[in-house]
């Protein structure tokens, strides 16, 4: 029993059982832990820039969406949603491009909505003073 305890406690590179210093320093180390570091603990900033303010006009794309006939409304709201993901993201570059082209897309959308809508009441107005 007592070659194996003494196997135990040898240390790898001698074949002489370990002093009772170098087993009371193995244990104050076991016992204290890590050394403790005298510096205090970083800690990481994030800062939160509130100033740039992309818009990504969904509620304008979701008018257009149901409003229009065409697939620019469609199109105009995929593109919105996509500037809303690349915002929530941090890719402000990039939410500003898409930003821009929905835009774009609802102007044109919108015209053309108001054309639709408005030219029929014309043609029918015109229609109905030429039969009258």
Request: hydrophobic share 45%.
């Amino acid at each position: 029993m007592n070659h194996t305890l003494q196997t135990f406690f040898t240390p790898a590179n001698t074949d002489h059982p370990p002093s009772y210093e170098m087993l009371k320093e193995q244990h104050q180390v076991a016992a204290l832990g890590a050394p403790h570091n005298p510096a205090p603990p970083t800690s990481t900033v994030i800062h939160i820039r509130s100033e740039t303010s992309v818009p990504d006009y969904v509620a304008w794309s979701l008018f257009n969406l149901f409003m229009n006939s065409c697939c620019l409304g469609f199109i105009a709201f995929a593109c919105s949603i996509k500037s809303r993901d690349r915002k929530m993201v941090g890719e402000l570059t990039k939410a500003q491009a898409y930003a821009s082209t929905t835009k774009c897309l609802n102007i044109w959308a919108l015209i053309l909505g108001i054309i639709v809508t408005i030219l029929p009441i014309i043609i029918l107005v015109l229609i109905l003073q030429v039969y009258q």
